[in-house]
């Protein structure tokens, strides 16, 4: 129960964070924002979850992860709470900070528990189940957000609903979560930086972790922010159409998550799963993005096939955790996903930016931004170079093998 636990609240904090990606209409309506505006105030989330992931990783290797779920997920609770009833961009802007702030220990506390009350071999099919909650929380803030709107009278009613069940992820957390036994923490005569000291003088964790968060980017940058209103110039759909491919990606990227992992334990290789997913990659994006020779439903089919290949990132926690002991297990999960969240920092920010540039100040009749097709392809191609980038990384990473390490 004490993973499940932590499962949901990761599903919580994810759909929380993806949340925005269906209201982008509404809060530039409301507020009267710019896209690459609007793109910096959903970042913010990044922005705190990733400042977070390090001193979140060395709280729970201390101290377990019951207190740290359980308080965790009612604060984020508070923040999407706040984001719903905002009447100001400062108020939007908190909110979105709470909510990266508190969510930042889900995906940790997932790894804590993972590493320390199961089977070492099963840690890396453990964390893709992990991401399956994660995607399921994006699918959540996707078309069902839309649905909740239309049924409860608005985007803040249906961010209300959320940070309930945050509230009631919080309550059930305390009560599963065991205290402390059977966890693997840190003595403490030991100093709380020693596990980053080991890792950040391996110079091929970097380069795992700038591998993996492009591969991170279908979700972080298309998923959660710029596919829905991409598809909806693309091809002229609706806003619930669109959603789909949202939710297609989330779903290739639970599914691609755990099939990573079956297979790099069958084969006993995390790096001969990365390599090739890292070069297909490329080709699936590419074809999702910019071909003009496919229609609506084949870009839904190379979106799911991309994000299938994109997810083999789960396997840098499996890397990343047979480099040090096990007492710093946290902080190693913490660290290596500070270094993919950050392409959310990044590339969400920054397509918002390249849309505006791209765009040369195009207005419609009430004054509000006009985008085509060539604006969003011009700036997608950045996420394209950065595979190609990644590809090429991929070669050089360290490998990681499924079975038993010195301690």
């Given at each position: 129960m004490a993973i499940l636990a932590c499962w949901?609240?990761?599903?919580?904090?994810?759909?929380?964070?993806?949340?925005?990606?269906?209201?982008?209409?509404?809060?530039?309506?409301?507020?009267?924002i710019s896209s690459s505006f609007l793109g910096f105030i959903i970042s913010i989330a990044y922005i705190s979850y990733v400042a977070m992931q390090v001193p979140y990783g060395i709280i729970v290797d201390r101290l377990g992860p019951r207190a740290v779920v359980a308080i965790c997920c009612f604060a984020c609770s508070i923040?999407?709470?706040?984001?719903?009833?905002?009447?100001?961009?400062?108020?939007?802007?908190?909110?979105?900070?709470?909510?990266?702030?508190?969510?930042?220990?889900?995906?940790v506390c997932c790894g804590k528990v993972a590493r320390d009350h199961f089977d070492k071999k099963k840690y890396a099919l453990l964390m893709g189940a992990a991401n399956l909650a994660g995607c399921l929380g994006g699918v959540a803030g996707?078309?069902?957000?839309?649905?909740?709107?239309?049924?409860?009278?608005?985007?803040?009613?249906?961010?209300?609903v959320i940070a309930a069940i945050g509230a009631l992820i919080s309550i059930l957390a305390w009560r599963v979560i065991p205290d402390r036994n059977g966890s693997a923490r840190m003595p403490n005569g030991i100093g709380v930086l020693d596990g980053i000291r080991i890792i950040v003088k391996k110079p091929r964790v970097w380069l795992l972790g700038f591998c993996c968060a492009i591969l991170y980017l279908p979700v972080c940058a298309l998923a959660e922010l710029w596919i829905i209103p991409f598809l909806e110039i693309r091809f002229g759909i609706s806003t619930k159409l669109a959603s789909i491919g949202a939710i297609t990606i989330f779903i290739g990227s639970s599914v691609g998550g755990l099939l990573s992992a079956w297979i790099a334990e069958k084969i006993n290789s995390c790096k001969r799963v990365i390599i090739p997913c890292s070069i297909l990659f490329i080709w699936t994006l590419w074809m999702a993005l910019c071909s003009d020779s496919i229609d609506y439903n084949w870009c839904i089919f190379f979106l799911m096939i991309s994000s299938i290949l994109s997810a083999s990132n789960i396997l840098s926690y499996q890397i990343v955790c047979g480099l040090i002991p096990d007492r710093y297990s946290g902080t190693a999960t913490g660290f290596m996903n500070t270094l993919i969240m950050f392409s959310?920092?990044?590339?969400?920010?920054?397509?918002?930016?390249l849309l505006d540039f791209f765009r040369n100040g195009m207005v419609d009749d009430t004054g509000r931004p006009v985008y085509t097709i060539i604006t969003y392809r011009s700036a997608l191609l950045f996420i394209i170079f950065g595979a190609i980038f990644a590809g090429i990384?991929?070669?050089?990473?360290?490998?990681?093998?499924?079975?038993?390490r010195r301690e």
């Open positions: 949901m609240f990761f599903l919580f904090s994810c759909a929380a964070r993806t949340e925005p990606s269906v209201l982008l209409g509404d809060l530039s309506s409301d507020f009267g923040g999407v709470l706040i984001f719903g009833m905002a009447t100001t961009v400062f108020q939007l802007e908190l909110g979105r900070f709470l909510i990266g702030l508190f969510s930042a220990a889900a995906y996707g078309a069902p957000i839309v649905f909740l709107s239309s049924q409860f009278g608005g985007w803040r009613q249906a961010t209300f959310g920092i990044v590339f969400q920010p920054l397509l918002g930016r990384a991929s070669f050089f990473i360290d490998d990681a093998k499924f079975v038993k």
